[in-house]
């Protein structure tokens, strides 16, 4: 993760390309360059995207048509993303303050949705593998042939490296958004995780021992 500090950017940057390798210049050219509609767009991208995630081997049980899941679900999934940001770029910038941040609410606002983008590239594959092998995509490797299978361990490697590489873009997009390193940028992303964290441990710590002493009376 590099330490720049001041970014310049292309004007001629294909944020859809050049965030995977260019990730802080991208995201100064979104924050300068792109309007909210495009970072909307974005979001709707990366919910009908959370769709096909949440559908991928989990409809069996739901007793709901598949049609009208993913019409529902293609709804919902981008409010709950577009709620999700505008939540998370709240605690990313009071965090980021603690590390002297210098970034706005709009400029993480567009940060954090420009670093989703590695997500929508999964969509293309989804589609794919919906058409080539629907019963494959819902329901999973129970009836699939041996080349099915390997098909879904390659789709789990690449599942696996987006969300790897994913942390690492986020990082860099917060930095850029905040004017100071990749590193602060993680720290400003992770501290908040591990806090939420604890409070869910926490809670559920709580419900057991509730749960036990009920038991024992």
Known sequence: MNEQHETTYN?????????????????????????????????????????????YQ???????????????????SPIAVAIGIAIMSGIYLLVGKLFKGTGTYI?????????MIPQIWLLPLFLILM???????????????????FFMAIFAVILAIVTIWGIVIQSKAIGEAHRF???KGFFTLLIPSLIIGI???????????????????
């Open 107 to 115: 400029e993480l606002f567009k940060a954090v949705a420009t670093s």
């Open 199 to 217: 409070i869910v441990i926490a809670f559920m710590v709580i419900i057991f021992m509730i749960l036990i002493g009920t038991a024992s009376l």
């Open 11 to 55: 004007s001629k940057l294909n944020p859809f390309l050049s965030v995977w390798l260019n990730t802080r210049n991208t995201v100064r050219y979104v924050i300068e360059e792109k309007s909210m509609v495009y970072v909307f767009l974005l979001i709707l991208l990366t919910g009908i995207t959370s769709t096909f995630v949440s559908l």
């Open 131 to 149: 058409i080539v092998s629907p019963d494959l995509f819902f329901a999973g490797s129970e009836s699939a042939s041996n080349g099915a299978i």
């Open 181 to 183: 390193s990749s590193w």
């Open 58 to 76: 989990g409809t069996d049980d739901i007793g709901i048509p598949i049609g009208i899941l993913i019409v529902g679900s293609a709804i919902i």
